[in-house]
T-cell receptor
Framework: SQTIHQWPATLVQPVGSPLSLECTVEGTSNPNLYWYRQAAGRGLQLLFYSVGIGQISSEVPQNLSASRPQDRQFILSSKKLLLSDSGFYLC?????????????FGPGTRLTVL | DQQVKQNSPSLSVQEGRISILNCDYTNSMFDYFLWYKKYPAEGPTFLISISSIKDKNEDGRFTVFLNKSAKHLSLHIVPSQPGDSAVYFCAASEGGNKLVFGAGTILRVKS
């Protein structure tokens, strides 16, 4: 069966510090991978998605970037965090080439920027 | 531009009764719809989905109804249980793998 891991679970970082969040998927090959952010009291906002190694699409211009160095690894980064980067970050995976494509989420990372 | 809207921020239901969560969308090109359940500090869990070629899909206590002419879908939970208390998100996609989410509805099931 497929599993998705995210770490760390929680993170407190000062403004201006770098960020690296990691997501890995097991039990599937060539998944589509996604990064979402949920701000307090808000829905899920798609930040990045990837259909393959090295292929990243950005949905929202911002202070963040994503990379996919391996098939089942997805990394969310920032060089300098802003207060507005605080939120709950979720990684998700799916398989499929369009059409009915259900996404499955990881446990999330709670990021607080002080 | 909110393409997927959940206009009720919260809903309170008595245990054993029916919970009805609603979702409206504006993009007529959406062809796949999903409901997710989320507990605090956890990732969303997939509940049920429906393709635009159907108007109903049922899975145990959960049924999703789709009214394409009204651009409206709903999730029915019968009977509601205290463990159903969570935030429910509806989501939609247009011929691909990018999902657009609503803002969520908090469901509280009272025992």
């Amino acid at each position: 069966s497929q599993t998705i891991h995210q770490w760390p679970a929680t993170l407190v970082q000062p403004v201006g510090s770098p960020l690296s969040l990691e997501c890995t998927v097991e039990g599937t090959s060539n998944p589509n991978l996604y990064w979402y952010r949920q701000a307090a009291g808000r829905g899920l906002q798609l930040l990045f998605y990837s259909v393959g190694i090295g292929q990243i699409s950005s949905e929202v211009p911002q202070n963040l970037s994503a990379s996919r160095p391996q098939d089942r690894q997805f990394i969310l980064s920032s060089k300098k965090l802003l207060l507005s980067d605080s939120g709950f970050y979720l990684c998700a995976w799916s398989v499929g080439v369009g059409g009915a494509d259900t996404q499955y989420f990881g446990p999330g990372t709670r990021l607080t920027v002080l | 531009d909110q393409q997927v809207k959940q206009n009720s921020p919260s809903l309170s239901v008595q245990e054993g009764r029916i919970s009805i969560l609603n979702c409206d969308y504006t993009n007529s090109m959406f062809d796949y719809f999903l409901w997710y359940k989320k507990y605090p500090a956890e990732g969303p869990t997939f509940l049920i989905s429906i393709s635009s070629i159907k108007d109903k899909n049922e899975d145990g206590r959960f049924t999703v109804f789709l009214n394409k002419s009204a651009k409206h879908l709903s999730l029915h939970i019968v009977p509601s249980q205290p463990g159903d208390s969570a935030v429910y998100f509806c989501a939609a996609s247009e011929g691909g793998n990018k999902l657009v989410f609503g803002a969520g509805t908090i469901l509280r099931v009272k025992s």
